[in-house]
Protein backbone atom coordinates (compact mmCIF):
# COMPACT_ATOMS: atom_id res chain seq x y z
CA UNK A 1 0.00 0.00 0.00
CA UNK A 2 1.11 3.70 -0.50
CA UNK A 3 2.38 5.26 2.33
CA UNK A 4 -0.97 6.95 3.73
CA UNK A 5 -1.23 5.02 7.00
CA UNK A 6 2.72 6.60 7.72
CA UNK A 7 1.22 9.80 6.45
CA UNK A 8 -1.86 9.54 8.51
CA UNK A 9 0.20 8.75 11.67
CA UNK A 10 2.76 11.30 11.36
CA UNK A 11 -0.52 14.10 10.84
CA UNK A 12 -2.18 12.49 14.14
CA UNK A 13 0.73 12.76 16.31
CA UNK A 14 1.48 16.50 15.40
CA UNK A 15 -2.39 17.11 15.96
CA UNK A 16 -2.11 15.06 19.15
CA UNK A 17 0.92 17.37 20.37
CA UNK A 18 -0.97 20.30 19.85
CA UNK A 19 -3.64 19.25 21.65
CA UNK A 20 -1.66 18.23 24.51
CA UNK A 21 -0.69 21.99 23.97
CA UNK A 22 -3.92 23.35 24.35
CA UNK A 23 -5.14 20.63 27.17
CA UNK A 24 -2.23 22.01 29.21
CA UNK A 25 -3.57 25.59 29.38
CA UNK A 26 -7.11 24.54 30.25
CA UNK A 27 -8.97 27.13 27.53
CA UNK A 28 -12.38 27.72 27.72
CA UNK A 29 -15.47 25.90 25.40
CA UNK A 30 -18.27 27.36 23.47
CA UNK A 31 -21.34 25.84 22.49
CA UNK A 32 -22.46 24.20 19.13
CA UNK A 33 -26.02 23.19 20.71
CA UNK A 34 -27.13 22.51 23.99
CA UNK A 35 -25.17 20.76 25.46
CA UNK A 36 -22.37 20.08 22.73
CA UNK A 37 -18.91 21.51 23.43
CA UNK A 38 -16.23 22.86 20.80
CA UNK A 39 -13.00 24.44 21.84
CA UNK A 40 -10.17 26.79 19.74
CA UNK A 41 -8.17 22.78 19.94
CA UNK A 42 -11.21 21.23 17.63
CA UNK A 43 -10.49 23.74 15.44
CA UNK A 44 -6.96 24.34 15.42
CA UNK A 45 -6.42 20.46 15.13
CA UNK A 46 -8.30 20.38 11.98
CA UNK A 47 -7.00 23.07 10.27
CA UNK A 48 -3.72 21.71 10.98
CA UNK A 49 -5.09 17.83 9.79
CA UNK A 50 -6.67 19.07 6.51
CA UNK A 51 -3.77 21.68 5.28
CA UNK A 52 -1.34 18.38 6.62
CA UNK A 53 -3.85 15.84 4.18
CA UNK A 54 -4.15 18.37 1.35
CA UNK A 55 -0.61 19.09 0.70
CA UNK A 56 -0.13 15.41 0.63
CA UNK A 57 -3.25 14.34 -1.00
CA UNK A 58 -4.59 17.18 -2.86
CA UNK A 59 -7.28 15.41 -4.96
CA UNK A 60 -8.86 13.53 -1.77
CA UNK A 61 -11.99 14.02 -0.88
CA UNK A 62 -12.00 15.05 3.12
CA UNK A 63 -14.90 14.59 5.63
CA UNK A 64 -13.71 16.30 9.18
CA UNK A 65 -15.87 17.13 12.06
CA UNK A 66 -15.44 20.71 12.42
CA UNK A 67 -15.11 21.62 8.70
CA UNK A 68 -17.83 19.44 6.91
CA UNK A 69 -17.18 17.70 3.42
CA UNK A 70 -14.21 19.03 1.44
CA UNK A 71 -15.49 16.94 -1.72
CA UNK A 72 -13.66 16.15 -5.00
CA UNK A 73 -14.02 13.22 -7.59
CA UNK A 74 -11.31 11.28 -5.92
CA UNK A 75 -12.36 7.57 -4.99
CA UNK A 76 -11.00 8.58 -1.74
CA UNK A 77 -11.84 10.10 1.36
CA UNK A 78 -10.39 10.87 4.77
CA UNK A 79 -12.45 11.09 7.97
CA UNK A 80 -10.85 13.57 10.67
CA UNK A 81 -11.95 13.61 14.16
CA UNK A 82 -9.22 16.59 15.44
CA UNK A 83 -10.52 15.83 18.58
CA UNK A 84 -12.68 12.77 20.30
CA UNK A 85 -13.78 14.03 23.45
CA UNK A 86 -14.16 17.30 24.00
CA UNK A 87 -16.40 17.21 26.61
CA UNK A 88 -13.84 15.39 28.64
CA UNK A 89 -11.20 18.04 26.99
CA UNK A 90 -12.99 21.02 27.96
CA UNK A 91 -13.40 19.51 31.75
CA UNK A 92 -9.39 19.06 31.91
CA UNK A 93 -10.63 15.23 32.05
CA UNK A 94 -7.32 13.40 30.57
CA UNK A 95 -9.13 11.11 27.81
CA UNK A 96 -9.19 12.38 24.33
CA UNK A 97 -7.66 11.60 20.88
CA UNK A 98 -7.52 12.22 17.58
CA UNK A 99 -8.83 10.04 14.87
CA UNK A 100 -8.13 9.82 11.10
CA UNK A 101 -9.45 6.92 8.85
CA UNK A 102 -8.85 6.65 5.11
CA UNK A 103 -11.83 5.02 2.69
CA UNK A 104 -11.04 4.18 -0.72
CA UNK A 105 -14.40 3.69 -3.20
CA UNK A 106 -16.34 3.16 -0.20
CA UNK A 107 -13.92 0.53 1.71
CA UNK A 108 -12.10 1.78 4.86
CA UNK A 109 -8.20 1.28 4.25
CA UNK A 110 -6.66 2.84 6.60
CA UNK A 111 -7.46 3.33 10.53
CA UNK A 112 -5.87 5.81 13.19
CA UNK A 113 -6.50 6.60 16.79
CA UNK A 114 -4.50 8.44 18.68
CA UNK A 115 -4.01 8.98 22.59
CA UNK A 116 -1.80 11.69 23.49
CA UNK A 117 -2.08 11.96 26.77
CA UNK A 118 -0.79 7.96 26.98
CA UNK A 119 0.76 8.02 23.73
CA UNK A 120 -0.49 5.01 22.29
CA UNK A 121 -1.02 5.08 18.29
CA UNK A 122 -3.41 2.92 17.28
CA UNK A 123 -3.37 1.91 13.75
CA UNK A 124 -4.72 -0.38 11.14
CA UNK A 125 -4.79 -0.86 7.25
CA UNK A 126 -7.07 -3.24 5.83
CA UNK A 127 -5.82 -7.18 5.46
CA UNK A 128 -2.89 -5.95 7.36
CA UNK A 129 -3.71 -6.77 11.33
CA UNK A 130 -4.30 -3.75 13.73
CA UNK A 131 -1.34 -2.65 15.76
CA UNK A 132 -0.82 -0.50 19.11
CA UNK A 133 2.62 1.70 19.36
CA UNK A 134 3.90 -1.37 16.47
CA UNK A 135 3.26 -4.09 18.49
CA UNK A 136 -0.46 -6.46 16.85
CA UNK A 137 -2.74 -6.08 18.88
CA UNK A 138 -6.29 -8.87 19.12
CA UNK A 139 -9.89 -8.92 20.81
CA UNK A 140 -10.00 -10.66 23.66
CA UNK A 141 -11.07 -14.28 23.93
CA UNK A 142 -13.70 -13.77 26.53
CA UNK A 143 -16.72 -15.31 25.01
CA UNK A 144 -19.14 -14.57 27.48
CA UNK A 145 -21.32 -11.25 27.99
CA UNK A 146 -21.46 -12.44 31.80
CA UNK A 147 -17.61 -11.93 31.68
CA UNK A 148 -17.63 -9.12 29.56
CA UNK A 149 -16.37 -5.18 30.08
CA UNK A 150 -18.50 -3.19 27.81
CA UNK A 151 -18.52 0.64 26.76
CA UNK A 152 -21.10 2.97 25.12
CA UNK A 153 -21.62 6.42 25.11
CA UNK A 154 -24.61 8.97 24.82
CA UNK A 155 -24.95 12.07 22.07
CA UNK A 156 -24.73 15.71 22.81
CA UNK A 157 -26.96 16.18 20.31
CA UNK A 158 -30.49 15.88 20.76
CA UNK A 159 -30.14 14.01 24.28
CA UNK A 160 -33.63 13.62 25.38
CA UNK A 161 -34.35 11.58 21.75
CA UNK A 162 -31.79 9.02 23.15
CA UNK A 163 -32.98 5.62 24.22
CA UNK A 164 -30.07 4.29 25.22
CA UNK A 165 -30.31 4.05 29.01
CA UNK A 166 -32.74 1.23 28.34
CA UNK A 167 -29.86 -0.66 26.46
CA UNK A 168 -27.58 0.93 29.39
CA UNK A 169 -29.47 -0.46 31.97
CA UNK A 170 -29.85 -3.85 30.80
CA UNK A 171 -26.16 -4.93 29.77
CA UNK A 172 -25.38 -3.38 32.93
CA UNK A 173 -27.37 -5.79 34.97
CA UNK A 174 -25.71 -9.07 33.18
CA UNK A 175 -21.56 -7.92 33.04
CA UNK A 176 -18.87 -7.19 34.29
CA UNK A 177 -20.05 -3.25 33.70
CA UNK A 178 -20.09 -0.70 31.55
CA UNK A 179 -17.58 1.86 30.92
CA UNK A 180 -18.83 5.46 29.55
CA UNK A 181 -15.57 7.41 28.08
CA UNK A 182 -16.38 10.31 26.13
CA UNK A 183 -14.41 8.98 23.67
CA UNK A 184 -16.18 6.77 20.88
CA UNK A 185 -12.57 6.16 19.10
CA UNK A 186 -10.62 5.32 22.35
CA UNK A 187 -13.67 2.72 22.93
CA UNK A 188 -13.30 0.79 19.45
CA UNK A 189 -9.63 0.90 19.83
CA UNK A 190 -9.68 -0.54 23.64
CA UNK A 191 -12.04 -3.21 21.97
CA UNK A 192 -9.85 -3.82 19.47
CA UNK A 193 -6.57 -4.61 21.63
CA UNK A 194 -8.71 -6.30 24.46
CA UNK A 195 -9.40 -4.24 27.03
CA UNK A 196 -13.12 -3.81 26.47
CA UNK A 197 -15.17 -7.16 25.14
CA UNK A 198 -17.57 -4.63 23.35
CA UNK A 199 -19.24 -1.24 22.81
CA UNK A 200 -22.05 0.05 21.26
CA UNK A 201 -23.71 3.63 20.81
CA UNK A 202 -26.62 5.19 18.78
CA UNK A 203 -25.96 8.16 16.34
CA UNK A 204 -22.33 8.51 15.68
CA UNK A 205 -21.08 10.04 12.57
CA UNK A 206 -18.54 8.74 10.57
CA UNK A 207 -15.20 10.52 11.96
CA UNK A 208 -16.28 9.23 15.15
CA UNK A 209 -16.39 5.35 14.19
CA UNK A 210 -14.07 4.53 10.54
CA UNK A 211 -10.74 4.49 12.11
CA UNK A 212 -12.63 2.35 15.52
CA UNK A 213 -14.42 -0.05 12.89
CA UNK A 214 -11.35 -0.46 11.00
CA UNK A 215 -9.58 -1.48 14.07
CA UNK A 216 -12.07 -4.03 14.92
CA UNK A 217 -11.98 -5.42 12.48
CA UNK A 218 -8.39 -6.41 11.61
CA UNK A 219 -8.07 -7.28 15.38
CA UNK A 220 -10.36 -9.91 14.41
CA UNK A 221 -13.70 -8.57 16.04
CA UNK A 222 -16.77 -8.14 14.85
CA UNK A 223 -18.69 -4.95 13.51
CA UNK A 224 -22.77 -4.71 12.96
CA UNK A 225 -25.27 -2.39 14.02
CA UNK A 226 -27.47 -3.05 16.69
CA UNK A 227 -30.19 -5.32 15.09
CA UNK A 228 -27.44 -7.05 13.33
CA UNK A 229 -27.45 -5.74 9.62
CA UNK A 230 -23.97 -4.75 7.74
CA UNK A 231 -22.07 -1.87 9.80
CA UNK A 232 -21.53 1.23 8.39
CA UNK A 233 -19.75 4.62 9.23
CA UNK A 234 -23.02 6.42 8.62
CA UNK A 235 -24.87 4.62 11.52
CA UNK A 236 -27.64 4.63 12.74
CA UNK A 237 -25.93 2.79 15.23
CA UNK A 238 -22.95 0.33 15.61
CA UNK A 239 -22.39 -2.38 18.03
CA UNK A 240 -18.60 -3.51 17.66
CA UNK A 241 -17.00 -6.72 19.81
CA UNK A 242 -14.48 -9.30 20.03
CA UNK A 243 -17.10 -11.57 17.47
CA UNK A 244 -17.43 -13.95 20.41
CA UNK A 245 -20.28 -12.37 22.41
CA UNK A 246 -21.77 -10.67 19.29
CA UNK A 247 -24.55 -13.06 18.98
CA UNK A 248 -25.25 -12.92 22.74
CA UNK A 249 -25.07 -9.15 22.89
CA UNK A 250 -27.67 -8.74 19.62
CA UNK A 251 -29.88 -10.69 21.15
CA UNK A 252 -29.97 -9.03 24.33
CA UNK A 253 -30.61 -5.98 22.07
CA UNK A 254 -32.79 -7.14 20.09
CA UNK A 255 -35.11 -8.09 23.39
CA UNK A 256 -34.80 -4.44 24.46
CA UNK A 257 -35.79 -2.83 20.65
CA UNK A 258 -38.68 -5.03 21.19
CA UNK A 259 -39.45 -4.05 24.66
CA UNK A 260 -38.74 -7.00 26.46
CA UNK A 261 -36.84 -5.87 29.78
CA UNK A 262 -34.67 -9.56 31.15
CA UNK A 263 -34.31 -6.64 34.00
CA UNK A 264 -36.45 -4.50 35.03
CA UNK A 265 -35.67 -1.17 36.44
CA UNK A 266 -36.15 -1.01 40.16
CA UNK A 267 -39.21 1.74 42.04
CA UNK A 268 -37.11 4.65 43.52
CA UNK A 269 -38.93 4.69 46.76
CA UNK A 270 -38.17 7.80 48.83
C1 LIG B 1 -18.24 12.31 21.11
C2 LIG B 1 -17.52 11.19 21.83
C3 LIG B 1 -18.45 10.51 22.82
C4 LIG B 1 -19.71 10.02 22.16
C5 LIG B 1 -20.41 11.16 21.44
C6 LIG B 1 -19.45 11.78 20.42
P1 LIG B 1 -16.80 14.42 20.25
O1 LIG B 1 -17.38 12.89 20.13
O2 LIG B 1 -17.03 10.23 20.93
O3 LIG B 1 -17.84 9.37 23.41
O4 LIG B 1 -20.54 9.47 23.15
O5 LIG B 1 -21.54 10.63 20.80
O6 LIG B 1 -20.11 12.85 19.77
O7 LIG B 1 -18.00 15.31 20.12
O8 LIG B 1 -16.11 14.55 21.55
O9 LIG B 1 -15.91 14.49 19.06
CA1 LIG C 1 -16.12 12.40 18.09
CA1 LIG D 1 -14.73 15.87 17.75
Not at 9 to 19: N, Q
Not at 104 to 125: K, N, S, W
Amino acid sequence: MHNYLETGVEIAREAGSLLTTFFERRIGFELKGDYDLVTEADRASEHLAVERLRSHYPHHSILGEEGGLRQSASDYRWYVDPLDGTTNFAHGYPAFNVTLALERAGELICGIVYDPIHQEMFTAERGSGAYLNHRRITVSSVARLEESLLATGFPSRKRHQSVNVHFFHQTSMMTHGIRRSGSAAIDLAYVACGRLEGFWEFGLNPWDVAAGMLLVAEAGGRCSDMKGNRATVDGPHLAADNGLIHEELLRLFGDVFHGVYRFPMPPVTP
